[in-house]
């Protein structure tokens, strides 16, 4: 089990920027990606971006495309969310995920991180 702990949340106004940092308790070499998650309150949780851990393939939801961008540091064991032009309804409880195999089935979940986009 890979522990995954999140940081970077906050209240930000509409157009603005924050990033959400996750590490990885140990070596992510039985990982295939990595990537992030949201739930907002009364919706079910929804998939934002991956990147594959080797070779660095990433994926976007519709929603985020251009906006948001997913990257990760291998050597220390850490994935990004790099969130611009923020918009109220990307307000959420954003969680940190890892899978081993592959993306359909993740393996660990980080805490989650509140993010709050004020119109």
């Known amino acids: 089990q890979v522990q995954l702990i999140e940081s970077g949340g906050g209240l930000v106004q509409a157009g603005g920027s924050l990033r959400l940092s996750c590490a990885a308790s140990?070596?992510?070499?039985?990982?295939?990606?990595m990537g992030w998650f949201r739930q907002a309150p009364g919706k079910e949780r929804e998939f934002v971006a991956r990147?594959?851990?080797?070779?660095?393939?990433?994926a976007y939801a519709d929603s985020v495309k251009g906006r948001f961008t997913v990257s990760k540091d291998n050597a220390k064991n850490m994935v990004y969310l790099q969130m611009n032009s923020l918009k109220p309804e990307d307000t959420a409880v954003y969680y940190c995920?890892?899978?081993?195999?592959?993306?359909?089935?993740?393996?660990?979940w980080g805490q989650g991180s509140q993010v709050t986009v004020s119109s």
């Open positions: 995920a890892a899978a081993r195999l592959t993306w359909s089935k993740v393996d660990d």
């Open positions: 990147i594959n851990w080797s070779g660095g393939y990433t």
């Open positions: 140990r070596r992510t070499g039985s990982i295939f990606a």
